[in-house]
T-cell receptor, first 111, second 111 residues
């Protein structure tokens, strides 16, 4: 198993601003994943972050809106840029293969 | 059609009841299937995997029907602590890291 921490755990932000979410894993992993869970809905994969290469984004998500960094094998960041109220959601990072381990999530509210 | 669809729920059952959830998937080439559990305001956690003909873990039984492309989860002798949202997860074919989540079925077990 893996232990994952995220910062911040929650934040309230004004529209037009950006927020960077950090994800730290207690072991080295090749791939890290970023998900979004909007209120009352299930998880949607935003992108896959590989160390040393560009992140791979899912349909409907673009790098300009959700830039991702992956500087080493235990850490990644996701930035939510130029936020609008529609970005209010829980953002989760995860690692693993068939069995995924999730971080506790970052609860973002955009006003 | 959604790639992974679940019973809409919610399910409200008394303690000791048996409850079953169904999940259908659209891609017949999918190979791996899972049930995750998500408690309120918590991250999802793996409940059990579903491989080939299914499997059983204590009070929980997961079944796979490839011909009809559905997965089921049966919970026997429900406990109050079983109250949660149950997420059906399907791994896209040819990419072990690409997980698709159902919208989840909420279960409330009442005394």
């Amino acid at each position: 198993s893996a232990v994952i921490s995220q910062k911040p755990s929650r934040d309230i932000c004004q529209r037009g601003t950006s927020l960077t979410i950090q994800c730290q894993v207690d072991s080295q992993v090749t791939m890290m994943f970023w998900y979004r869970q909007q209120p009352g809905q299930s998880l949607t994969l935003i992108a896959t972050a590989n160390q040393g290469s560009e992140a791979t984004y899912e349909s409907g998500f673009v790098i300009d809106k959700f830039p991702i960094s992956r500087p080493n094998l235990t850490f990644s960041t996701l930035t939510v840029s130029n936020m609008s109220p529609e970005d209010s959601s829980i953002y989760l990072c995860s690692v693993g293969g068939n069995e995924q381990y999730f971080g506790p999530g970052t609860r973002l509210t955009v006003t | 059609r959604k790639e992974v669809e679940q019973d809409p729920g919610p399910f409200n059952v008394p303690e000791g009841a048996t409850v079953a959830f169904n999940c259908t998937y659209s891609n017949s080439a999918s190979q791996s299937f899972f049930w995750y559990r998500q408690d309120c305001r918590k991250e999802p956690k793996l409940l059990m995997s579903v491989y080939s003909s299914g499997n059983e873990d204590g009070r929980f039984t997961a079944q796979l029907n490839r011909a009809s492309q559905y997965i089921s989860l049966l919970i026997r002798d429900s406990k109050l602590s079983d109250s949660a949202t149950y997420l059906c997860v399907v791994i896209r074919p040819y990419n072990n890291n690409d997980m698709r989540f159902g919208a989840g079925t909420r279960l409330t077990v009442k005394p």
